[in-house]
């Protein structure tokens, strides 16, 4: 059998159209957890479908495996404290491009909202967002700044692709302090 360079081409650019549709679109939800930073806690996220935030996430004590709390919720990001009682949540991916009305950050006490911020409160720059086919991206992947909780877990800093450093009381979900990042650089994935 005699292979043509005209079926190597063919096939070639099939797989990279392929990868191509595939890359801009959102994986399917799957079961995940991770631990608060000194690894006393833990917090399972359970989706309930492919897609989507319907699930629920289970806070759990590392040592007695006792369960703590739950939140009615599923996502694919979040950060909980050393205190095992508060938690940050990101949004799922950007898709509202001309409003920005998508979620960004949400601070919660066990499963009380305390505050959230949609990409609109915190971009002030829309020049600077990362946009692909079907989404767009505001975060920050590296930065200046270090981002995350505090050593002491009492505020948690985010920094924007328009190089804006937000400090958040973690007890309160309130913003403490802005300052502008000199560098910034791509985006948070």
Known sequence: MRIKIRDIVFAALFCLIAIVALADSVAPNKK?????????YFIEMIPRSD??????????????????????WFARL???????????????WAGDKKRLSDLAIS??????LLKEYLVRDLVRDRTKLEETKSHYFWQANKSSIAQ???ADN????VV???????????????IIKQNQDPKV????Q
């Open 160 to 174: 924007t692709l328009d190089g804006i450093a937000y400090i958040f009381n973690v007890s309160k979900g309130f």
């Open 154 to 157: 009492k505020t948690f800093t």
């Open 185 to 188: 650089e791509g985006y948070l």
């Open 32 to 40: 995940w957890k991770t631990s608060s930073a000194d690894g006393k």
């Open 107 to 112: 601070f919660y006490e066990k499963d009380k």
């Open 148 to 150: 995350g909780f505090s």
């Open 78 to 92: 979040v950060a909980l404290s050393n205190d095992g009682v508060h938690l940050v949540r990101f949004g799922p």
């Open 51 to 72: 897609y989507g935030e319907e699930g629920e996430g289970i806070v759990t004590h590392y040592s007695s495996g006792k369960i703590l709390w739950k939140i009615g």
